[in-house]
């Protein structure tokens, strides 16, 4: 078997792919399969992986092993239809983790969210047909269906993203959907809330907040910090991602959540004391523009469909990444200095295989 995966530099992508290659996806170890479905080995165990990344400034190349047997990396870009074609022929599935992901910068400006989430997206559907692909695993956000105020969003709900990194996702969603309901390709679609763990760009609410305080500084808390957010640990994310590979159906989506909800108040408060600090190193900034107030999802489909269940308890999977931090200042301390310095550079080379 052979698996491309976009976006593979990234913070989900590369934890994705680290486990891949480490054989940790092998028999679902922590999951209870449904009866019908006894016990279905993983399909993709030790497959080739080819990583497909335009490392932008969200893209970091040390998230992958240097060099690996089954790894092999390209730089390019989900919109560059001829590289598709070159690369694609000989991949067994797809999994599309490549997008703009932080909604600030697409209040700020949305036209590059456009461009790959949207029309990179299309470009690789297609690029997929042609290449005779046999599964794609599309995966987004809980953000598309925009904000509600209490209960939780189950897969049949409507869509009103409210930011425009919500609003591309939502448009790369219908377009997946579409090139299974026309064409027949094998798409499923994951929709997941906000993730939390190590190697998350420090843009992200966590890893922001967690370093400016291990570097003493003070984190920008936006508005009240009344908004709420579910929490799930990206390695339970990525589990998800590879039972719904194996396992989803085509043309289905499914919700991966975790239950986890909390205030921005309270995760601050969280973060202050695992880091030895207090609230006078908590600056009330402006809030960010159209900022949705609450995130929820029901995840019953891929619960009693799949067999799901996340396995890290937030209590853990929070000190443990502060933790992560702590001891990897070389890795944060890195990618803050580059971002604040180097522009997205497009551009293609591949490297050779280990
Ligand atoms: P990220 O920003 O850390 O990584 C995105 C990766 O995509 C980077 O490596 C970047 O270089 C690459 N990329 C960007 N544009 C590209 C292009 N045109 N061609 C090829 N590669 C390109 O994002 P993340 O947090 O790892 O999110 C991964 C996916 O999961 C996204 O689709 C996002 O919408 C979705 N998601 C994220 C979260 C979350 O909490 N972070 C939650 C739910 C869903
Ligand atoms: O400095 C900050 N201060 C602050 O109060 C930042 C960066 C964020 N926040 C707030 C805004 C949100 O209510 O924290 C919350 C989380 O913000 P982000 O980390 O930017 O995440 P969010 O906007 O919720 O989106 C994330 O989850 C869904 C990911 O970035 C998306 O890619 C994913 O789809």
């Not at 074609?85 to 999994?95: K, N, Q, R, S, W």
């Not at 919500?166 to 790369?172: M, P, T, Y």
């Not at 219908?174 to 809330?193: D, E, F, M, P």
């Amino acid at each position: 078997m052979k698996i491309l995966v976009t976006g593979g530099a990234g913070f989900i992508g590369s934890h994705y792919v680290r486990t891949l290659l480490n054989d940790g996806y092998d028999g679902y170890d922590g999951y209870d399969a449904p009866e019908a479905d006894g016990g279905t080995p993983d399909a993709y165990a030790g497959a080739d992986v080819t990583v497909l990344d335009k490392l932008t400034y969200a893209g970091n190349r040390e998230n992958l092993p240097a060099a690996h047997p089954r790894l092999t990396f390209v730089r390019g870009d989900i919109c560059d239809a001829a590289l598709l074609d070159d690369l694609l022929p000989g991949h067994d599935a797809v999994v599309h983790f490549a997008a703009e992901s932080h909604v600030d910068r697409s209040v700020a400006s949305g036209a590059e969210f456009v461009r790959t989430n949207v029309l990179g997206t299309q470009t690789l559907l297609e690029a997929c047909l042609r290449a005779g692909v046999q599964r794609f695993v599309h995966v987004s956000t809980d953000e598309v269906y925009g904000s509600i105020d209490e209960g939780s969003w189950t897969e049949t709900w409507p869509l009103a993203p409210n930011s425009p990194y919500a609003a591309s996702k939502a448009s790369s969603d219908l377009v997946a959907r579409a090139y299974w309901r026309t064409h027949g390709l094998n798409v499923s679609i994951t929709r997941c809330s906000n993730n939390y763990g190590p190697y998350q760009h420090p843009e992200k609410l966590i890893p922001l907040f967690v370093t400016n305080l291990l570097e003493g500084e003070s984190v920008p808390l936006y508005g009240e910090g009344a908004n709420i957010r579910e929490w799930l640990h990206v390695d339970d994310h990525c589990r998800a991602i590879h039972l719904v590979l194996n396992r989803g159906r085509a043309g289905e989506i499914y919700n991966v959540g975790g239950g986890n909800e909390r205030t921005n108040r309270q995760i601050t408060e969280q973060l202050l004391e695992l880091t030895g600090s207090d609230w006078s190193s908590v600056r009330r900034v402006a809030d960010r523009k159209g900022h949705d107030l609450r995130y929820s999802l029901d995840e019953s489909k891929i619960r009693d469909e799949l067999g799901y269940a996340p396995r890290i308890p937030f209590e853990q999977g929070i000190a443990e990444t502060v933790a992560w931090y702590r001891d990897n200042p070389g890795w944060w301390k890195a990618v803050k200095s580059a971002s604040a310095t180097a522009p997205s550079q497009p551009a293609r080379t591949q490297e050779p295989v280990a």
